[in-house]
């Protein structure tokens, strides 16, 4: 996510009265590096990973029993930014459809001026000349 959106959504109020903030200042920062690296990674992050990164092994083991961090085979799972993540993706389909729909949309009005044109053109043997509305216009243009 991080190319895409360099950030994610920090709730303030969520954060001052959460589960975290009842913990260690070191334990918080922490708990906001592993979001940030995990955000950067487009919320796939090993604990493994997770641990080489920042040398806390038992700290990082602190989060996932206290359910901060989600432990899920051996990965780790962030709740708030995977709902982040899917919030984002869903807005993102339903922008591209959007899109879908009225780039199609401009494209049969396109096809459809342009059958009315060609309707319209007579074709005058006679004379070498294209009756195109008002205009007569030489042909080979």
Same mark, same amino acid.
């Given at each position: 996510? !991080?190319?895409?959106?360099?950030?994610? *959504?920090?709730?303030?109020?969520?954060?001052?009265?959460?589960?975290? !903030? @009842?913990? +260690? @200042?070191?334990?918080?920062?922490?708990?906001?590096?592993?979001?940030?690296? @995990?955000?950067?990674?487009?919320?796939?992050?090993?604990?493994?990973?997770?641990?080489?990164?920042?040398?806390?092994?038992?700290?990082?083991?602190?989060?996932?029993? &206290?359910?901060?961090?989600?432990?899920?085979?051996?990965?780790? +799972?962030?709740?708030?930014?995977?709902?982040?993540?899917?919030?984002?993706?869903?807005?993102?389909?339903?922008?591209?459809?959007?899109? *879908?729909?009225?780039?199609?949309?401009?494209?049969?009005?396109?096809?459809?001026?342009?059958? &009315?044109?060609?309707?319209?053109?007579?074709?005058?043997?006679? &004379?070498?000349?294209? +009756?195109?509305? &008002?205009?007569?216009?030489?042909?080979?243009?």
């Amino acid at each position: 996510m !991080a190319k895409e959106l360099p950030f994610f *959504r920090f709730n303030v109020s969520e954060w001052l009265t959460g589960n975290i !903030a @009842y913990e +260690s @200042y070191e334990i918080q920062g922490l708990f906001i590096k592993v979001c940030c690296e @995990y955000w950067n990674r487009k919320n796939c992050l090993t604990i493994q990973d997770i641990k080489k990164r920042t040398k806390e092994d038992q700290k990082i083991d602190y989060l996932i029993q &206290n359910k901060f961090l989600v432990k899920k085979r051996d990965k780790i +799972s962030i709740k708030f930014l995977d709902e982040e993540k899917k919030e984002i993706l869903e807005k993102s389909l339903k922008l591209s459809i959007a899109g *879908r729909k009225g780039g199609l949309s401009k494209a049969k009005a396109r096809l459809k001026h342009k059958d &009315n044109i060609n309707n319209n053109i007579d074709i005058n043997n006679n &004379n070498n000349k294209i +009756s195109h509305w &008002n205009k007569d216009l030489p042909t080979g243009i």
